[in-house]
């Protein structure tokens, strides 16, 4: 008997998929691969909520600089309290944008899916619990306004950015930064899930005339009945 296969189809029988953690079969491992690859010795870890990406990023072996951005009060306590038990971890408790403005932001019950614009329907449908509940003050700056001092020492910056449909407002406010980037890693959506969101189609042409390319896809979000994906995870790094 194939042990190996027998163990495969044991899980799957349970409902489980393990998958080997390979360059292959693994996104964390490709993210890790790619950031040694690159030399990336900064992270801008932009709509960091209380985190997960940054402490992800430990986890799988980054050791780098991380710099996080988050605009919710709650989510920033937390992300204050968990940058505290990490090395080369700086966080900011402001959004980020194309224009500095005071604004609000929309609070959504699982805090996740929080955002500055409004939702649509779809993706309420998918996710409920994603529903808004309450309204907060916020500040916005831009990456351009960001303090060189901040920057000036790190030569490969990759810019992440998980801001819930508002992803093109803080590339558009990082004009100035773009030309020390060298990684992107973006949410994007196949469907519109907030109004006036741009959609995968032309963000992706806009990336790739910003002289980046597409290196890798994860999928993060789709309709929990018909399997429909609605938004992914996209990893760019410059062309030169």
């Known amino acids: 008997m194939d042990f190996k296969l027998f163990t495969q189809n044991f899980l799957t029988y349970l ?114 619990k994603s529903k808004y509940i309450r309204r907060e003050k916020i500040s916005i700056k831009t990456l351009n306004n960001l303090d060189n001092e901040i920057l000036k020492k790190f030569k490969n910056i990759y810019l992440k950015i998980d801001t819930q449909g508002y992803e093109e407002k803080v590339l558009n406010g990082a004009t100035n930064l773009i030309r020390l980037i060298k990684g992107l890693q973006l949410e994007m959506s196949i469907y ?3 109004e006036g969101q741009l959609l995968f189609s032309k963000f992706y042409e806009n990336i790739e005339n910003l002289d980046f390319e597409l290196w890798d896809i994860k999928r993060t979000f789709s309709n929990p009945e018909t399997g429909k994906i609605l938004q992914i995870d996209a990893i760019f790094f410059k062309k030169s």
């Open 15 to 128: 409902g489980l998929d393990v998958k080997s953690y390979n360059l292959k079969n693994s996104f964390n491992f490709r993210l890790k691969h790619f950031l040694d690859l690159k030399q990336i010795d900064c992270v801008l870890d932009v709509g960091a909520n209380s985190g997960q990406f940054a402490l992800n990023l430990r986890r799988i072996g980054y050791k780098g600089q991380i710099i996080s951005f988050e605009p919710i009060t709650s989510a920033y306590n937390e992300l204050k309290k968990n940058s505290k038990k990490v090395k080369n971890w700086e966080v900011f408790n402001f959004a980020l944008g194309d224009i500095e403005e005071e604004t609000e932001i929309n609070i959504s019950q699982n805090s996740l899916s929080s955002s500055i614009m409004n939702m649509e329907k779809e993706h309420l449908i998918s996710e409920p």
């Open 192 to 194: 519109p899930m907030y």
